[in-house]
């Protein structure tokens, strides 16, 4: 069955860095496009970032545009999402996504930007 573990989180300063990554299984992963989502506490989940199959395309959030790079390691099975210049309002839990008939989320993982 289609699995997605991310890791990563943590607990960083405003204009700090942090790594996500989300390792999936169960599915061909090299086929599909893959999402990064992030909920706030009383907010919507929203959509931060997507990667195409290969790559090949990004898409980003305004609010993290120029901040936040997404890639993808094929022959690992795995996405990153690189966060750098972080800022408070980046707190949240991250959720990797991927839609294969349904939507599959991994469990998440909290994202803490404060001083």
């Known amino acids: 069955q289609v699995q997605l573990v991310e890791s990563g989180g943590g607990l960083v300063q405003p204009g700090g860095s942090l790594r996500l990554s989300c390792a999936a299984s169960?599915?061909?992963?090299?086929?599909?496009?893959m999402r990064w989502y992030r909920q706030a506490p009383r907010k919507e989940r929203e959509l931060v970032a997507a990667?195409?199959?290969?790559?090949?395309?990004?898409n980003y959030a305004d609010s993290v545009k120029g901040r936040f790079t997404m890639s993808r390691d094929n022959a690992k099975n795995t996405v990153y999402l690189q966060m750098n210049s972080l800022k408070p309002e980046d707190t949240a839990v991250y959720y990797c996504?991927?839609?294969?008939?349904?939507?599959?989320w991994g469990q998440g993982t909290q994202v803490t930007v404060s001083s």
């Open positions: 996504n991927v839609v294969r008939y349904v939507d599959y």
């Open positions: 169960g599915f061909t992963f090299s086929s599909y496009t």
């Open positions: 990667i195409t199959s290969t790559g090949g395309t990004t």
